[in-house]
T-cell receptor, first 116, second 117 residues
Framework: AAGVIQSPRHLIKEKRETATLKCYPI?????VYWYQQGPGQDPQFLIS???????DKGSIPDRFSAQQFSDYHSELNMSSLELGDSALYFC???????????????FGPGTRLLVL | AQSVAQPEDQVNVAEGNPLTVKCTYS??????LFWYVQYPNRGLQFLLK??????LVKGSYGFEAEFNKSQTSFHLKKPSALVSDSALYFC???????????????FGRGTQLTVWP
């Protein structure tokens, strides 16, 4: 079965640079969630989108922004990167409408970001 | 507010023995509970969930979890552990604070399971 796709899988950036992470949800999933997992930490919710609209916002820095496009893929844009942004960034998708409705969020493999 | 606690950072068990990974929760209203497993350098894989119904939930790879409302617990169990079960296990609860069906997940700190051959 198709899974959540994230790209790139690994990314190395310098401080103050920008980064864009991409997430392609499971087909027919309309809701996308972004989580950040620091070293040795549990995943922390950043932001979510439903039908291209922001549905919830967590501990996402103002330097970060995200959006969901008409094909339901999502991008997390990160600017003025700091050393503390080094983490594993997960995207999860879920079907929340009609016959695609389910309770479970399915996670992608993550993008490992290293800021030097 | 929703939260989960995993009281053990590490659980060690011999192969073939039963294993239990503990999770307790705090929610307002009925809990939606999940277990995920994370292998090194991999994403979070869904194991099982409790939404409603039977308190004993069966999931992937022979895992099961028991929902106990009076003890606010959702412990993960497996009758016979395998070395390949060694991984990081996360318990999670879905945010229902606003009655939203789109709620974020709140994760526990994770429990590292090591199964010795």
């Amino acid at each position: 079965a198709a899974g959540v796709i994230q790209s790139p899988r690994h990314l190395i950036k310098e401080k103050r640079e920008t980064a864009t992470l991409k997430c392609y949800p499971i087909p027919r999933h309309d809701t996308v969630y972004w989580y950040q997992q620091g070293p040795g930490q549990d995943p922390q919710f950043l932001i979510s989108f439903y039908e291209k609209m922001q549905s919830d916002k967590g501990s996402i820095p103002d330097r970060f922004s995200a959006q969901q496009f008409s094909d339901y893929h999502s991008e997390l844009n990160m600017s003025s990167l700091e050393l503390g942004d080094s983490a594993l960034y997960f995207c999860a998708s879920r079907g929340t409408s009609g016959r695609s409705y389910q309770e479970t969020q399915y996670f992608g493999p993550g993008t490992r970001l290293l800021v030097l | 507010a929703q939260s989960v606690a995993q009281p053990e950072d590490q659980v060690n068990v011999a192969e073939g023995n039963p294993l239990t990974v503990k999770c307790t929760y705090s929610v307002s209203g009925n809990p939606y509970l999940f277990w995920y497993v994370q292998y090194p350098n991999r994403g979070l894989q869904f194991l099982l969930k409790y939404i409603t119904g039977d308190n004993l939930v069966k999931g992937s790879y022979g895992f099961e979890a028991e929902f106990n409302k009076s003890q606010t617990s959702f412990h993960l169990k497996k009758p016979s552990a395998l070395v390949s079960d060694s991984a990081l296990y996360f318990c999670a609860v879905r945010d229902m604070s606003r009655g939203s069906t789109l709620g974020r997940l709140y994760f526990g700190r994770g429990t590292q399971l090591t199964v010795w051959p």
